[in-house]
């Protein structure tokens, strides 16, 4: 167990290293300087010798490597940088944006769950072929339908149309609905999609065979023989989700108006604020490799089997 765990852990570091590396050479070859666009183009009339004091305050004016190993240095320490447009730490602007896009895609992931759940084990559980054709078609629907497009449709439907739930100055909980529907739909579709193939797949199985051989009712060996089985590769695509999960709730914040990540990364992009672009890079890798390592550690609890070959005790 210890040495699984040590060896999961290095891939992690070495993959965040990466990321953090990559990240940082794509955002210095690109065009622009933060900090010429901020002051240079300013009302505040500084001369080229103010500027150049401060660009060496921000560590700017150093060769590429000693900005390199500045930055990796006070990233491993917890300093996250210093935005250049807001004048504050990254900490700070984080700390205000995160919450609600975490929030957002919590929220979105279970409602996401629920649904392909509910779409797979009704598939399998009714005995209606019109209807488990139907449900088993609605996964490959909801993956061709655009979140941008969703959302929209969403609210000229429900807000506009319907006049279920306001637009302009919502309630705190009853802003989310929508965009947590809109951020759920993107993924329960593959969701949906593994279930269905791994409840068929197991479902063919000796094991199945023997438990209704036994007398054991559809839904009975469904949920205590089946369902459990067939977790394991729901459970990977679920970890690789969860990593893309920012992705789609920044589209959806961009959509409804909120103010999380998605403002952020769009600020800090039109201002070529590289701290902030960095630290958010890094942070998503992060969330990534901690989602996808948990999910390591949880095939053992699982499948008892895999625990015995990786060395874990059952």
Known sequence: MYNYLVSRIWQA???????????????????????????????????????????????????????????????????????????????????????PTIRLATLGFLLAVIIAAAIAFLSNLTSLAWLRSALQALPALFSAIP???????????????????????????????????????????????????????TQAQPFVAVARAKGASRSRVLWRHVARNALLPTLTIAGILLGKLLVWAIVTETVFGLNGIGTLIQQAVNNEDTSVLQAIVVLSATSFVVINLIVDLLYPLLDPRLGRKNGVPA
Not at 43 to 48: E, I, T
Not at 82 to 90: E, H, I, L, N, R
Not at 151 to 179: A, D, H
């Open 13 to 99: 570091v070495l993959v965040l290293w990466a990321a953090f590396t990559l990240s940082f050479i794509l955002l210095q070859v690109l065009p622009g300087d933060a900090i010429m666009i901020k002051f240079q183009s300013s009302d505040l009339g500084l001369s080229a010798d103010q500027i150049a004091q401060i660009r060496t305050s921000y560590g700017a004016d150093g060769p590429l490597w000693q900005q390199y190993l500045h930055a990796i240095g006070n990233f491993i320490t917890g300093d996250l940088g210093y935005s250049v447009q807001a004048g504050v730490p990254v900490r700070e602007q984080l700390a205000t944006s995160l919450p």
């Open 147 to 201: 979140t941008f497009w969703l959302g929209i449709v969403l609210i000229q439907v429900v807000s506009f149309r319907l006049k279920l739930i306001p637009v302009i100055n919502p309630g705190e909980w009853q802003g989310l609905i929508l965009p947590v529907i809109t951020v759920s739909i993107p993924i329960c579709a593959p969701l949906a999609q593994i279930l269905i193939r791994s409840i068929e797949e």
